[in-house]
């Protein structure tokens, strides 16, 4: 479609439908028959970010590739809560094989495919932040450096939540979780350790990496329609909060994942062969204590007398991203 | 059992699972009261016609104003629009311009002829509307679009009342009066000028109802002293002269006693018959002007001068003589002894304006104390089957609000008339600011509304405020956020982790499937607009 100004619409883009927009620029969401590849009934808690973002991603994958899409789960609270034996709430083929290995699956998977001839099957493989930074991580380095052709999607929510909430490599600094408690003089998960998978990936230089959340609706649908449109290792990074185990209400989900982006804690880009190509530029800047405060796991940095000194050394990381991505426009 | 080697079970879909049980609250739909339609003294559902016209549908927006007003291009030049000061977008950038678009869609009407609702089977009830101001007319339209069968008697020669005889042309041309008059007329209303009903009882027995819109005609008599050759006019008969194209001789320099919207309409209106500068002499201060305020920066540019804190204690021939005055604790103006001569061909007293009540004195319990005819909640005077409404009963004395009278009696008189009790159903809780989840809406500065130029403002009677072009006024209404209402925007099905929400397609919303939702309330946080809310579970 040929670029024109856009009318004002009301709310533009920023909802998930809009009636006044013509319905091929609505997003795949707001369609009345939308595929929705997992179903009701699944078992993900109230308010759960995963089970949103992984419907985003999967319909969106459904109607870039004409429904052609077979999908790889790692363990963890996507694969526990969607398939209680002999239920199962996924709409699409779906293979579940271990923790550690469904980057190694899902090469399997495509090279199946290949040999007999059903290169139109495109292969999704998806885990959650345990499944993707710390066990399945060297799977999944593999299935880069290969240059397979999966789209492998992580859904962070920052903690191993499905076993009981225990630190991952994902953990952002001064959160507690049961393995890094709200206790003695540095509580919560250590400042200075855990991987940023984004830029490992970005390491790889491989075709395509992204990051997004479930606050963006239309960024995470054009993420998904333009990594199917591309061969080889893609990997996408999607935020999810998760009420659970951030102590948060249910009804904060979309919030807090908008937080997460608008204090520039989740910087939110594109990047292609390890470049940074485009970047979501920060609409209303906010500073990170009104993302940290609503959720229970920072809890002990607030009150009296708090840990101002770790806020603000959060607020340090969100300002590096800033710089690093370029967020805001310059002055 | 035909399974597959360590397969008992058949494959089950998570369906059967009905995750509703989990949950302890539930989100329910709701349409909220929206500050725009909660402050329209006519009773327009504001938001429901903005919504019709998002789209372009201009006719259907049109006809949501004509179920509550049938002067939509009246009320979009004169009305002070109450729904723009209480518009919940004033506090994210400007308010929509609501005031713009209605005067849009009216003068849309009037061009394409559109032609109200068809009129219900007649009732064979007969009923008297007295005055053929906003209020009788607006009466008049909704009674004979109920089926009765109405006549209007006005002591003018053309109907309109106020709307003709009292708003100067330059704020609402005599075209725009005729057509919306014409269209009522049309739906089959006898209307009677020159005609002065002079015996309400005896016109009562003459009809099943009778609703008095007399207005309030008689400019307030004081007594000021006045030499011999001094020139004193009052505004009402000034501006009723000037409509009726009589306008009288009033010399160059001219004063204005008064304080409200008819001292600035007689200011402006000398100024354009060679009054070089109009003064205004007003006893207290700016802040407690009950004119408005859009319409004294009008006179203000057209060089209109306002005298504050003073009074008129004596008129002559060529001079009138001001006494300075000082606010007392309580704000009310006092004496300070202190005069002042200043030159004045002719004063217009514009100090407040009475009921003629001639034809009501024989009706006993018909007047209140302050000569208003005295009328209950429900539009009734002390004679049965006798309503009454508009600028001769207390309460606001503007267009809109005496078109809002005449359609809120309309509807009473017709429960009169059928022996039933009007049925009003409770209005639904507001719709707040703090309700509205305004991040998803797209920022839009207000659009303006071009200007007559000031050299023919000053010389003619020519409109000043020209309207919005299409283009213009359809972005204005985007500006809506439908508060406590929804505009289908499908964040509340989009967001929902169960897939709990049914889309039913447009016009149609959405429901909510209780077997799935598990009452996170996403929906209800997300929903822009705070149309959705989360109620207790029964445990």
Redesign the interface.
Known sequence: MAAQPI??????T???????LDPAD??V??D?HRF?S???????C????E??GA?YVLDAAMRATGGQVVVVNATGCLEVF?TP?????WRLPWLHSLFGNAPAVATGVAAALHAQGRDDVRVVAQAGDGGTVDIGFGALSGMFERGDDVLFVCYDNEAYMNTGVQRSGATPPAAATTTTPAVGPAPGAPFGQGKDLPRLAMAHEIPYVATATVAD?RDLEAKVTRAMGIHGPRYLHVLVPC?LGWGS???????LA?LARDTALFPVFEAEFGEVTAVSMLRERRPVREYLEPQGRYAHLFGDPGRPDLVAGIQTLADRNVRRYGLMEEH | MDEPFAIT???????????GT?RTERPVYLDRTPPCSAACPAGEQIQRWLYDA??GGYEAAWRTIMRANPFPAVTGRVCYHPCESACNRGELDTEVGIHSVERFLGDEAVRAGWTPDPVATATGRRVLVVGAGPSGLSAAHHLARLGHAVTVRDAQPQPGGMMRYGIPAYRLPRDVIDAEITRILALGVTLETGTTVDDVEAAAREFDAVYLAVGAQLGHRTAIPAGDGARILDAVALLHDVAAGQPPALGRRVVVYGGGDTALDAARSARRLGATDPLVVYRRTHDRMPAHDAELAQAVEEGVTVRWLSTVAHADAETITVERMELDERGFPQPTGEFEDLAADTLVLALGQDVDSSALTGVPGMLDEAGLVRTGPDFATARPGVFAGGDAVAGERTVTTAIGNGAQAAARIDAYLRGVPLKTPPLPPPATFDLLNT????D?PASVRPRLDLARRVSTFDEIEGGLDADTA??EA???L?CGTC?????C????????I?????GLRFTI?Y??C?????C???C?AGAITLEPEES
């Not at chain 1, 209400?249 to 919030?255: E, F, H, K, N």
């Not at chain 2, 991040?439 to 797209?442: L, M, N």
């Not at chain 2, 505009?487 to 964040?491: A, P, S, T, V, Y």
């Not at chain 2, 049914?502 to 447009?506: A, E, Q, S």
């Open positions: 009318r004002f619409f009301q709310t533009g920023h909802v998930v439908g809009n009636r006044l609505r997003s969401q707001a009345e929705n997992l179903t009701s009934g699944h078992r993900a109230q308010g759960c970010g089970a949103l419907r969607s034996y002999p239920e199962t709430a609706l009420p209400a249910s009804r904060d989900t979309i919030r908008r | 079970l058949d494959v089950g879909s998570s369906l059967a699972n009905h995750t989990w998002e789209d991040v998803y809406y797209s839009a359809l972005f985007r500006r809506c439908s505009f289908e925007c499908d964040n099905y989009g967001m929902c982790p169960d897939n709990a049914t889309k039913l397609g447009p499937d077997d799935y598990k009452g996170c309330g996403i209800v946080a997300e822009p």
